[in-house]
């Protein structure tokens, strides 16, 4: 789907937005692994304009859960509101309305997905252990085995954090050992 370039110096200043539910784990790992700045964004704040950014490195669209039917989803909002000002959108495959997002989206897309080998980060081999969740994370280039903390965040927050940091130019390594951390 996208080929990643590492990022230039004049995205260094550019936030990443997340948009899902609020104060995610996604975010918190985000911060952690990367060092840039992030906003979070509820659909219903990006879709108002409460967002203070005319322009984002990533928009890391969260949609784990089923959404309530008179709401707009996360990925709706990163179509129509955020995805113009985005250097590239990062979305589940494994979602419905991921897929489709992925399929419409007029700008860069980088897809992850926990099996689905057309993804750009497919999480393969899957263990949820006591104290951790284990899965090997596989690109076009990389396979790498992941082991992230429990209290970390969960299998989709992960991916969802390392797929947005491969795609903003981390390898692969680099990114899974700050997981990791």
């Known amino acids: 789907m996208l080929s990643t370039t590492p990022i230039n110096n004049s995205q260094i200043d550019e936030p990443i937005a997340v948009v899902g539910r609020g104060h995610t784990a996604t975010a918190r ?5 990367i060092g840039a700045p992030v906003v979070e964004l509820t659909p219903y704040e990006a879709v108002m304009g409460r967002h203070p950014h005319s322009r984002y490195r990533a928009v890391v669209v969260e949609n784990f859960e089923p959404r309530d039917r008179r709401s707009l989803s996360p990925c709706a909002v990163a179509r129509w509101e955020l995805a113009q000002r985005a250097g590239v959108t990062v979305v589940a495959l494994d979602d419905g309305e991921g897929r489709r997002l992925a399929g419409a989206m007029p700008r860069q897309v980088f ?3 926990d099996g689905k080998p057309q993804a750009d980060l497919t999480a393969k081999n899957v263990c949820m252990r006591h ?3 284990e899965f090997e994370a596989l690109t076009q280039r990389d396979l790498l085995r992941v082991r992230v903390p429990q209290g970390q965040g969960g299998l989709y927050e992960s991916l969802a954090a390392l797929a947005a940091a491969v795609a903003l130019g981390m390898p692969l390594e680099q990114a899974a050992r700050s997981l990791e951390d």
């Open 111 to 113: 897809a992850y997905s």
């Open 29 to 33: 790992l985000l911060r952690r692994m």
């Open 131 to 133: 104290q951790r969740v």
